[in-house]
């Protein structure tokens, strides 16, 4: 393929971009929202659009055919990381033969940024290429066929691929860390002394339940040392503060299972010490306001480096892990964490020397793999970004992200969480329909003074 970046006026076609002003809370948004995986998508969605195209984009929806796309954009990129999936993750909802199928009939450059595996293990697996199902496979050399070369965010994803037979694979990390620019904030290599810590965010997850996450040891140590939580996840907190007139047993249930008990979610949220966030910006002016960021959400964790916040990343499966090693990022995994240990043990060890001498060859490793793509950058001679813009949060989006919850928000929360104790299969139903009905009452209470 020819490589030209030349510039034209036609936009270029993003896929995929959660709305950049956020995610507004109304019944008529539920249902999409409620299908969210992960809020953390925009943290590197959106660095990677502003940088390979500013502000002259559009999100792809899946409603517009390739022979549209053909004729209206002048390129597409994806930001559609973990589709290296085996079962039970390539059931997602993901539809990989309708994306294969979009990308074959493609007739302008095209390329897949920061592609990477999906898996719950720690552990590189050596036969990880023969768990992939014929489906995603033929997705992934789609995408490689019709890309100069395909990006991948570590080194072991692209190892996956070149077992796979596609040979174009390139390490290019993840454009989360490219809103930094060509140089990391120097802030991050002179760090407040351990005893001026006093503001700390967990960025943490379960979301796959699994059994021997470390999760309730650190909302135990949130809720002892007044530490904030951020979860990221559509769970149970996000209806606790968004749409509490949706919550339903089973909500409560599987909150059980991921947070592995509810008394200290009941503790943070009743200290209004739980955060959502939908909007890029809102969630960087948040952790601006922290002293310090741990945790295992990778792109939970990415905004606070911006601002010069130094954040701990714990590797809880191979995908935080290899961008984490690619990026020299400092990390543990999960199950190397000695039992009790506190915020100390993982501030004492979040040295970013490395990462900040290593990371400007990371930078333009990946400017040149766009140019290589016939992408045109978004950066001046010197590599800084260039007009950045802030995503600016829709009004209702910042008013709801912003706000704490209530007293009484904070009671209704106990008393769904409450009853629960009283659950058996043979009382669920039963228990499911007065779980609505406080639910009920605790949406219409919260519209009564105009908080819905």
């Known amino acids: 393929m020819q490589n030209n970046t030349a510039r034209t006026d036609k936009p270029t076609l993003i896929g995929y971009l959660p709305p950049i002003g956020g995610i507004q809370k109304t019944r008529a948004n539920y249902n999409w929202h409620s299908h969210l995986i992960n809020s ?4 590197y969605t959106y660095p990677g659009t502003l940088i390979a195209c500013g502000n002259n984009y559009k999100a792809w929806n899946f409603s517009l055919t390739a022979e549209q796309v053909n004729e209206e954009y002048s390129n597409v ?17 993901y ?3 309708r994306a294969t199928e979009f990308v074959s009939k493609l007739k302008i450059p095209f390329v897949s940024v920061s592609e990477s595996i999906q898996s719950s293990a720690y552990e590189y697996e050596a036969d990880f290429h023969k768990k992939l199902s014929p489906v995603v496979t033929r997705y992934l050399h789609t995408l490689a066929d019709r890309s100069v070369s ?10 996956v691929l070149k077992k796979l037979g596609i040979k174009n694979a390139e390490v290019v990390g993840c454009p989360s860390l490219y809103i930094n620019g060509p140089q990391l904030n120097r802030k991050l290599t002179n760090l407040p002394e351990p005893g001026n810590i006093k503001n700390v965010a967990v960025c943490y997850s379960n979301y796959q339940e699994l059994e021997n996450s ?33 919550i339903e047993v089973n909500d409560i249930l599987k909150a059980m299972s991921v947070f592995h008990g509810l008394d200290e979610i009941r503790d943070l949220f009743r200290h209004g010490r739980i955060r959502y966030f939908t909007n890029y910006q809102l969630w960087e002016n948040f952790l601006r306001t922290m002293d310090f960021a741990f945790g295992a959400r990778m792109h939970g964790l990415t905004p606070a480096i911006h601002v010069g916040v130094p954040a701990f990343f714990i590797a809880h499966d191979a995908r935080v892990r290899e961008m984490c090693e ?6 543990t995994g999960e199950a190397d964490i000695p039992p009790g240990a506190e915020m100390e043990y993982f501030y004492s060890r979040c040295d970013y020397g490395d990462a900040v001498t290593s990371y400007p060859s990371r930078y333009y490793r990946f400017i040149d793999f766009l140019k290589k793509n016939n992408i045109a950058p978004n950066v ?14 829709l009004p209702q989006v910042a008013a709801s992200e912003l706000r704490l919850p209530s007293a009484i928000d904070a009671d209704f929360f106990d ?18 329909s007065c779980v609505r009905k406080v639910a009920q009452a605790w949406y219409d209470t919260r519209a009564s003074f105009g908080d819905i």
Request: glycine fraction near 6%.
């Open 40 to 43: 953390g998508d925009i943290c």
């Open 77 to 93: 990129i994806f930001y559609i990381p973990c589709r290296i999936a085996p079962p039970p993750h390539d059931k997602d909802g």
């Open 95 to 97: 539809p990989f033969e």
């Open 150 to 159: 395909i990006g991948t965010r570590g080194e072991f994803s692209a190892e």
């Open 214 to 246: 470390r999760i309730r040891d650190f909302l135990a140590m949130a809720k002892k040392r007044n530490y904030h939580y951020v979860e990221q996840s559509f769970n149970l907190i996000v209806k606790a503060l968004h749409y509490p007139g949706m």
């Open 326 to 331: 690619y990026f020299q990022l400092p990390y």
């Open 380 to 393: 001046g001679a010197d590599g800084n970004i260039l007009a950045p813009w802030d995503p600016q949060p």
């Open 415 to 432: 008393l769904l969480c409450t009853m629960s104790k009283e659950y058996s299969p043979e009382k669920h139903d039963s228990l499911d």
